[in-house]
Every structure is written in C-alpha cells, then in structure tokens.
C-alpha cells in the first residue's frame, strides 16, 4: 500500500500568516491528490483534487500544488474561520489513503 | 443533488457485527459512482474503509479487509457496511461519502453516526 505521510501534525499561526502543509507519498501517484478541510461538529470537505485544482466556491487564498510524491497546500493570509484540521488523500487507486491530518490553529 | 443519510445502531457489543446503512436520494445508486464508507476514532484521523461500485466490484482498507464487507442494494437505494469482531478501537465516527464529480474524490457526505463499541 501506498502511504501518506503529512508534516507538521499541528501547527499555530496568526492571523494573516502563510501556512503551509506537506503531504508526501511512498511511491508517485502523479497528480491524484485531493485536500480536505475538516472543522470540528462537521463533514469532511474537498478544497482541491487533481493535486491543484481549486473546488468551485473554496476562497482563492487556498492553493495547491505538487506531483508525484511531493505535495503542498498553501493557504495566503490564514482567516479565523480556516481553523480545521486538513487531510491530503491519493485517489489514483484503492485504497485511497488518507494522510493522518494537520491541525490548523490560529494563535 | 445526490444526499446521503447513515444509520444504524450507536452501540455495539465488543465481538458483534457493526452494521450501517446509507440511504441515497436525489439520483440512482445505478451509476458510475464509487459508494464509500469512511471513519474516523475520536482523536484521531480520517480512515479510508471502503468503497462498493453497484456492479458488485469493492475495495477495502488491507488493514480491516478480513472483518469488512461493503454492498449496494439498487433495490433500496442504498448501500451497507458490516464490520465484525469489532473491539473498542472501532468506536468513531462512521460516515458514507461517493465521488459525484472526480472518481475517487469524496464530495458527498453523509453527516456521519457514531458507533461506539462497548458491553
């Protein structure tokens, strides 16, 4: 099985602040990454697929990008509301493993 | 727009059979979607369970393959996780999910149901 290896597990950072969060996978799975944002008491919810491509309707300050075994998401001038830990998952085949989470706080 | 509903007990009996519906309205389960059960432990992260197409073809997690059986029924409209010899570690949070958009990219979800394991 192909594993996904997220770095940091938490992290802090004021507000306006650039964050951004690695996903690494233990063989190349070209681009079929997504990044999920999930925010305490809700569901899970896609922000980016295709390892870049912006979900219709997700503010423009989140980006992405990454191929093969390296990705980064990238989120410009943290808000009070990004407050939520966030998955990176690979799609190319089953299973479709999720990273283990980064926490995202605001200080 | 598809919706998707769990439901099922929210306490099982460490050894028994975990057993969890999802219910799909708004569009047919008869499509080229992939139907997946994801959870996640309190505490910790989202874990992958696995995914039933309606043609019968399922995927499974290695690590819970052997106690883990996924099924559509098109009849119902619906599809089924039955998880058994479940112990304490099984307790989370369940939730269906399918890819309407991307194959493999979950962007539907139910709102998930917790299961917790305990005599």
């Known amino acids: 099985d192909i594993q996904m290896t997220q770095s940091p597990s938490s992290l802090s950072a004021s507000v306006g602040d650039r964050v951004t969060i690695t996903c690494r996978a233990s063989q190349g799975i070209t681009n079929y990454l997504a990044w999920y944002q999930l925010k305490p008491g809700k569901v899970p919810k896609v922000l980016i697929h295709a390892a870049s491509t912006l979900q219709s309707g997700v503010p423009s300050r989140f980006s992405a990008s990454g191929s093969g075994t390296d990705f980064t998401l990238t989120i410009n001038s943290l808000q009070p509301e990004d407050v939520a830990t966030y998955y990176c998952q690979k799609y190319n085949s089953a299973p479709r493993t999720f990273g283990q989470g980064t926490k995202v706080e605001v200080k | 727009q598809v919706q998707l509903q769990e439901s099922g007990p929210g306490l099982v009996k460490p050894s028994e059979t975990l057993s969890l519906t999802c219910d799909v309205s708004g569009g047919p389960i008869n499509t080229n979607n992939w139907w997946s059960w994801v959870r996640q432990p309190p505490g910790k992260g989202l874990e992958w369970i696995g995914e039933t197409h309606h043609s019968g073809i399922t995927n499974y997690n290695l690590s819970l393959k052997s106690r883990v059986t996924i099924s559509a029924d098109k009849s119902k409209n619906q599809f089924s996780l039955k998880l058994n010899s479940v112990t304490a570690a099984d307790t989370a949070v369940y939730y269906c999910?399918?890819?309407?958009?991307?194959?493999?990219?979950?962007?539907?979800w139910g709102q998930g149901t917790l299961v917790t394991v305990s005599s």
């Open positions: 999910a399918t890819d309407t958009m991307v194959r493999g990219v979950l962007h539907k």
